[in-house]
């Protein structure tokens, strides 16, 4: 009778904290694909952090796994659970879910996870805007992954995608809002975040699919009544398909969502000392950007964010061949 009592009690729980990981997750989802909204990124995010939460929590209920914060007695053999002021039990948070060694998720999966708990962390207090279209990509394979995950670890019943459906938008995306995207008017912390984050991934993490879900969206002339009403279609998986798109459209409408890699002038000049230019400083560099004008937008060799002026790989390259082309001076 006890163990029937302790199965039921651990069923409810179980089932109390997936309704409250769904609800969050469906509303960070209806809340983000509501227009009028200006806070729709940052409200997501924050949500979608609560719906992985419980559901972590959910998962560890289910596995007989202590879910509570604790610490060993002084003689290692009683646990001493956290309590917060009003003497309730202390819970893990998401970043110790995903990093303990009962986390059932991929990489791919922990890396945006802990992406977004970074993001969420540095938005907290600052104001930013268009941030959804930035980095809506990571955005879009954290509700996927939650889809895929809870499907996984309870059932199909429990997914979500039956309630769910792609969002319409009444705006085209030329290429000048394209080179935009990842920069416009978000504060240089959260870019200084971003740039960090993504500089310690791996090409094969950066490109997995659950840590940012990219689609390429080309607009199509149909041939047949049947596919005139499809919005989006789907093409194999075929190596010399992505090769020819990638070729073809790469620089043209596929919408990267990627920092690209940033340097202050010092960086540069070591660079150029660890190739043996050692005379090469500050000063030659004023001179070389001048000549060049290198800080016209248009170039694309720099960007000016909060007043302080990053370099982009593109410049590095120009400065490269400059010391090269002028050796006797430099070395």
């Known amino acids: 009778m006890i163990i029937r009592k302790r199965n039921r009690r651990c069923y409810s729980l179980k089932e109390?904290?997936?309704?409250?990981?769904?609800?969050?997750?469906?509303?960070?989802?209806?809340?983000?694909?509501?227009p009028s909204l200006k806070f729709r990124a940052e409200t997501y995010i924050v949500l979608m952090n609560i719906g992985w939460t419980y559901l972590l929590h959910a998962y560890f209920r289910q596995k007989n796994i202590e879910f509570r914060v604790y610490k060993l007695s002084k003689n290692g053999k009683r646990r001493v659970f956290a309590r917060t002021h009003n003497k309730d039990y202390v819970y893990l948070?998401?970043?110790?879910?995903?990093?303990?060694?009962?986390?059932?998720?991929d990489k791919?999966?922990?890396?945006?996870?802990?992406?977004?708990?970074?993001?969420?962390?540095?938005i907290e207090h600052q104001?930013?805007?268009?941030i959804e279209e930035a980095y809506s990509a990571r955005f879009q394979a954290s509700c996927l992954n939650y889809n895929f995950y809870i499907k996984k670890l309870f059932g199909e019943e429990y997914g979500i995608d039956k309630y769910l459906s792609f969002a319409i938008q009444f705006?085209?995306?030329?290429?000048?809002?394209?080179?935009?995207?990842?920069?416009y008017q978000l504060p240089s912390s959260v870019h200084m975040y971003i740039n960090d984050f993504d500089s310690k991934l791996s090409e094969e993490e950066f490109n997995d699919p659950h840590f940012s879900y990219r689609l390429l969206f080309v607009q199509k002339i149909v041939n047949s009544r049947d596919q005139a009403d499809k919005i989006i279609e789907f093409v194999k998986d075929d190596p010399e398909i992505i090769d020819a798109i990638n070729k073809g459209y790469r620089e043209k409408?596929?919408?990267?969502?990627?920092?690209?890699?940033?340097?202050?002038?010092?960086?540069?000049?070591?660079?150029?000392?660890?190739?043996?230019?050692?005379?090469?400083?500050?000063?030659?560099?004023?001179?070389?950007?001048?000549?060049?004008?290198?800080?016209?937008?248009?170039?694309?060799?720099?960007?000016?964010?909060?007043?302080?002026?990053?370099?982009?790989?593109?410049?590095?390259?120009?400065?490269?061949?400059?010391?090269?082309?002028n050796k006797v001076l430099y070395q």
């Open 16 to 34: 109390e904290l997936l309704q409250k990981s769904r609800e969050s997750v469906l509303s960070a989802v209806q809340i983000f694909n509501t």
């Open 93 to 105: 948070g998401l970043d110790d879910c995903i990093s303990c060694k009962d986390s059932p998720l």
């Open 108 to 122: 791919g999966t922990i890396n945006n996870l802990k992406f977004m708990i970074g993001l969420r962390n540095e």
């Open 127 to 130: 104001m930013t805007t268009r």
């Open 171 to 183: 705006t085209n995306i030329d290429a000048q809002q394209a080179m935009t995207l990842n920069t």
């Open 253 to 325: 409408i596929y919408i990267k969502d990627r920092e690209k890699p940033k340097y202050f002038v010092k960086d540069i000049i070591e660079k150029m000392h660890d190739l043996g230019y050692v005379k090469f400083n500050t000063y030659h560099h004023t001179q070389l950007w001048k000549k060049m004008d290198a800080k016209n937008p248009a170039k694309g060799y720099c960007i000016c964010i909060h007043k302080l002026w990053y370099w982009y790989d593109s410049w590095i390259v120009v400065v490269t061949e400059h010391c090269e082309a």
